[in-house]
């Protein structure tokens, strides 16, 4: 990718200081959205009774960042900082079009495990997104996490993934989440915010942001998060009753879909059988 530093976002919220959180469950989306759709049913705070208030106390897991080592990020903490912008002011620019409003999200970088509000989650839990607070959360060693164990290397792999979770926001301005809690869908929130990143990408590359191979980049990264890919790497079986984010094939084509139209509208994954 072609980016320029231009220092810290003003929406980027640094946490890797403070050492870890709380021990916690992974959340991700996906978890999120469950978990909220099943105490709305029964009418109890799961987050609480499943010991995830951000309120709860626990101990701390590994000792604080120490200074060299957050210097040495630095230029990775810039270069989010500069994808987290880029892809907010594309979204500022499609809201305003449609004479919407635009509220912008924040990012926090963590170390290990954090709070947030919608419940506690460690790092294994992956980049996600809370609607409770409009927060990306992210710790930066799912990058090197990204490159070497799902085989998705490069930059703009980083930038899909930031912006899929900025997707998450989008339908959670649009009420997209709320609606999709009370239906219990899941793999059709992922998939439109696959799209919605897919979108964003084009605009990149009008821009001339993109580079070449970065589109390749992004596809392999939607691949490589896939549940059948993920279940395969863990040596099970895929079984598609059991996805919460949609299939690598799934993923890759629904951010070709926003790649390739140019347009939100083009994301409605929550239409068909």
């Known amino acids: 990718m072609k980016w320029e530093d231009a220092g810290r976002s003003k929406n980027l919220e640094d946490r890797r200081a403070a050492g870890p959180g709380r021990a916690a469950v992974p959340l991700g989306i996906g978890g999120v959205l469950i978990i909220l759709a099943l105490s709305a049913i029964t009418g109890t705070d799961l987050f609480s009774a499943l010991g995830l208030s951000p309120s709860a106390a626990v101990q701390p897991q590994t000792a604080a960042s120490n200074p060299a080592e957050l210097q040495a990020e630095e230029p990775m903490v810039r270069f989010v900082s500069f994808v987290l912008d880029d892809v907010q002011s594309f979204w500022h620019a499609t809201f305003e079009a449609s004479d919407l409003p635009y509220?912008?999200?924040?990012?926090?970088?963590?170390?290990?495990?954090?709070?947030?509000?919608?419940?506690?989650?460690?790092?294994?839990?992956?980049?996600?997104?809370?609607?409770?607070?409009?927060?990306?959360?992210?710790?930066?060693?799912?990058?090197?996490?990204?490159?070497?164990?799902?085989?998705?290397?490069?930059?703009?792999?980083?930038?899909?993934?930031?912006?899929?979770?900025?997707?998450?926001?989008?339908?959670?301005?649009?009420?997209?989440?709320?609606?999709?809690?009370?239906?219990?869908?899941?793999?059709?929130?992922?998939?439109?915010?696959?799209?919605?990143?897919?979108?964003?990408?084009?605009?990149?590359?009008?821009?001339?942001?993109?580079?070449?191979?970065?589109?390749?980049?992004?596809?392999?990264?939607?691949?490589?998060?896939?549940?059948?890919?993920?279940?395969?790497?863990?040596?099970?079986?895929?079984?598609?009753?059991?996805?919460?984010?949609?299939?690598?094939?799934?993923?890759?084509?629904?951010?070709?879909?926003?790649f390739q139209s140019d347009d939100p509208n083009a994301c409605n994954t929550f239409a068909g059988p």
């Open 103 to 258: 509220q912008e999200a924040g990012l926090v970088l963590y170390r290990d495990a954090v709070s947030t509000a919608c419940g506690d989650a460690p790092s294994s839990a992956g980049p996600f997104y809370c609607p409770g607070d409009q927060k990306v959360y992210l710790d930066l060693s799912f990058f090197e996490e990204l490159s070497r164990r799902y085989g998705a290397p490069g930059d703009f792999a980083q930038a899909y993934v930031i912006a899929h979770e900025l997707g998450h926001h989008v339908q959670n301005l649009l009420g997209t989440l709320t609606r999709a809690q009370s239906q219990g869908l899941s793999v059709p929130v992922e998939l439109q915010a696959d799209c919605y990143a897919g979108v964003w990408g084009a605009s990149a590359g009008r821009r001339g942001i993109m580079e070449r191979g970065d589109l390749q980049e992004g596809l392999g990264a939607a691949a490589s998060v896939g549940d059948d890919t993920l279940a395969k790497r863990a040596g099970r079986v895929p079984n598609q009753e059991t996805f919460t984010h949609g299939s690598s094939a799934q993923r890759t084509q629904w951010f070709t879909t926003g």
